[in-house]
């Protein structure tokens, strides 16, 4: 991994914990808007990064700071198929 994606994933992390930490405490988020606020520019760029903020929010669930829950459901983190939200670990 190069520095420059190391950089990418500390802040789509850091974005993950700030969304959250802007919105009600039993709100969710998509990770899709931790790729926006990540991404630099107008254009429809931040869609390269919703890998990676997948990715993200799979590490911060393993470190027990977020859950992973898909149809109101947390689930294990590796196995998320499909479009998932994010909450605060409860």
Do not use: F, N, Y
């Amino acid at each position: 991994m190069t520095r420059s994606e190391q950089q990418i994933d500390r802040r789509l992390e850091q974005a993950i914990r700030d969304l959250l930490e802007h919105r009600d405490p039993t709100a969710t988020i998509c990770p899709s808007e931790a790729a926006r606020k990540v991404h630099q520019g107008d254009d429809d760029g931040w869609r390269s990064l919703m890998e990676p903020a997948r990715r993200a929010a799979q590490r911060l669930a393993e470190a027990g700071q977020v859950e992973i829950v898909q149809g109101g459901r947390p689930v294990e983190p590796a196995e998320a198929h499909g479009p998932i939200r994010i909450r605060r670990a409860r």
